[in-house]
């Protein structure tokens, strides 16, 4: 086991997990490994992490896009989508305008009904640009729900 000293850095960690992360650095050790080498290990598990969720949802904008579920506006391309977007859903049909930088203008098209909706804030790869990030977190809160379309 590595000669820790003082541990009190695993105050931060659950009594539960103390063996665990003990364990941990003294396979580190063994490997001949550092703490700036878990790091780099540790950054490479987030980027991972990260791209499996956009991709994720990425696939699932796809998915709304080729069933026709969300279409755009007019004789707006698909490249406009990422700013307004019509959403044909079960409760009805809405329009979705971006209203800066993390909210949504949506308005029914059957009331006239305008209400604003913040998304939830994701974590997307920093190659994204914010717009589509901005749209895919959109349309992720529609798939999840956060959206209440009820009006």
């Not at 850095?9 to 550092?34: A, N, T």
């Not at 956009?54 to 406009?80: E, L, N, S, W």
């Not at 990422?82 to 203008?105: E, T």
């Not at 006239?112 to 974590?123: G, H, L, Q, Y």
Request: proline share 2%.
């Amino acid at each position: 086991m590595a000669d820790l000293g003082n541990m009190r850095f695993l105050k931060r960690f659950p009594e539960s997990k103390h063996d665990q992360i003990l364990q941990v650095m003294s396979y580190l050790e063994m490997c001949g490994l550092s703490g700036r080498d878990l790091v780099s290990i540790g950054g490479f598990v987030d980027r991972r992490a990260t791209s499996t969720r956009y991709k994720a949802a990425k696939q699932r904008v796809d998915d709304y896009i080729k069933h026709k579920t969300i279409v755009p506006i007019g004789k707006d391309g698909t490249g406009q989508m990422q700013n307004r977007f019509r959403y044909k859903g079960i409760d009805g049909d809405y329009v979705f305008s971006s209203d800066g930088w993390s909210d949504w203008k949506v308005t029914s098209v059957k009331t006239n009904d305008v209400k604003r909706f913040a998304v939830t804030d994701r974590i997307w790869p920093s190659h994204v640009h914010w717009t589509r990030r901005h749209f895919y977190s959109v349309i992720m809160d529609i798939a999840e729900g956060n959206i209440k379309l009820n009006f």
